[in-house]
């Protein structure tokens, strides 16, 4: 399968934005100015629209437009009256903004330590986080790939506690054929440029199938507002805007085929890249649960590696190099009472590789040599 474009100059991005098709362009500018010429640029039809279409395909039966993919979370967890007091127990592996949704609902996060062949949640160091104080499980799909779920579903029961999704990552993920983000209480997305789907500014989105979370949400996001000037709720300011809604709206048709895409340069990275100094997190069971929004390998040599490989042309990332219970603000957090050891391993040994629609064959072929040659 070829890609739909092929990287520009001699370096190999993370991203390339100006890879894309000029159709595609032409597309969103022309879906800005009919957002420009409505005169409605809050909470309009494009996000009504776009609400609609993104809940279907979640397969859940609400979608609410927010700010972000942070404000998500927190409005998820407010929604469910989760705040001081309660625990909310996620991973230290993490962009900074899941833990921090966590703390300005007023919850505690509670750090669990991740598998290390996957760098997603491990059921068994959540259960050793159980506490009377829990009210939630904040599972993130790291990478792209859908984490855990059917044994956290089952720990959830049990404990009668909620699973809220962090979707950030995995636009698309389906596992036994049901979709990221309709597992959970809530599903929260962001759209922020670099996601699989992605607007061109800040953008998120709660996806629900209780018509009670549903409405708190859109009022939660909207002030706290439940009627013209009436607030029952104390709010926030995280509405969706009509023009990331509307570019979101073009771009959502061609999430299939990118999807198809970064699956394909995964496949040829798993079955080619050898080298006894690197190791690539486990493939998934089934092909559909993981949309590859990153493709992370670990090394010891990291420093070395990253230099090697942009030595011959090749960007890298780390995601994430200091794990949540190693920032400042978060050294007091409570967490799994055998300690974090593998998400600390994951941290300092973690990179990511180039692995989105808009390479071409030849770069992945050179990211293939690249990494074997080190």
């Not at 000029?22 to 809050?42: F, K, N, T």
């Not at 009504?48 to 993104?54: H, K, T, V």
């Not at 990153?294 to 890298?316: A, M, N, Y």
Request: net charge negative.
């Amino acid at each position: 399968m070829k890609s739909m474009a092929s990287t520009t100059g001699t370096e190999i991005r993370m991203n390339d934005f100006l890879a894309e098709e000029l159709p595609l362009r032409r597309q969103m500018l022309a879906a800005v100015d009919e957002v420009l010429h409505s005169g409605r640029y809050i909470l309009g039809k494009e996000v009504e629209a776009f609400e609609r279409e993104w809940a279907n395909l979640c397969e859940t039966q609400f979608c609410v437009g927010v700010g972000n993919g942070m404000d998500a979370i927190e409005l998820s967890l407010r929604t469910l009256n989760i705040g001081p007091d309660d625990e909310v127990i996620t991973t230290p592996v993490t962009a900074f903004a899941t833990v921090l949704a966590i703390m300005r609902a007023g919850a505690t996060p509670v750090l669990a330590d991740i598998d290390p062949d996957t760098a997603m949640l491990n059921p068994e160091s959540i259960r050793r986080c159980l506490t009377s104080k829990t009210k939630a499980i904040l599972l993130v799909h790291l990478y792209g790939q859908i984490g855990p779920v059917d044994e956290l579903g089952k720990v959830a029961k049990d404990r009668n506690i909620h699973i809220i999704e962090d979707c950030a990552q995995a636009h698309g993920a389906r596992h036994n054929g049901k979709p990221a983000g309709s597992w959970g209480s809530f599903g929260a997305w962001s759209f922020y440029p670099t996601k699989n789907l992605g607007a061109i500014g800040d953008a998120g989105a709660v996806t629900t199938s209780s018509v009670e979370f549903a409405s708190k949400v859109r009022s939660l996001r909207h002030y706290g507002q439940t009627g013209l000037h009436r607030h029952q709720l104390l709010g926030l300011n995280s509405r969706l805007d009509e023009v990331q809604a509307a570019i979101l709206r073009v771009r959502m048709p061609y999430l299939t085929t990118w999807t198809e895409r970064r699956r394909n340069i995964a496949k040829q990275y798993h079955q080619r890249i050898k080298h006894p100094q690197v190791r690539l997190l486990a493939a998934p069971d089934e092909a559909e649960r993981h949309v590859y929004h990153l493709f992370v390998i670990t090394c010891p040599q990291r420093p070395e590696l990253r230099d090697h490989l942009k030595s011959h042309g090749v960007e890298s990332l780390i995601h994430y190099p200091i794990p949540a219970h190693k920032q400042e603000p978060c050294q007091w957090l409570p967490h799994d009472p055998f300690g974090l050891k593998h998400a600390e391993q994951h941290a300092e040994e973690c990179v990511s590789l180039p692995c989105h629609p808009g390479l071409s064959d030849g770069d992945v072929e050179k990211v293939v040599h690249a990494v074997n040659c080190f």
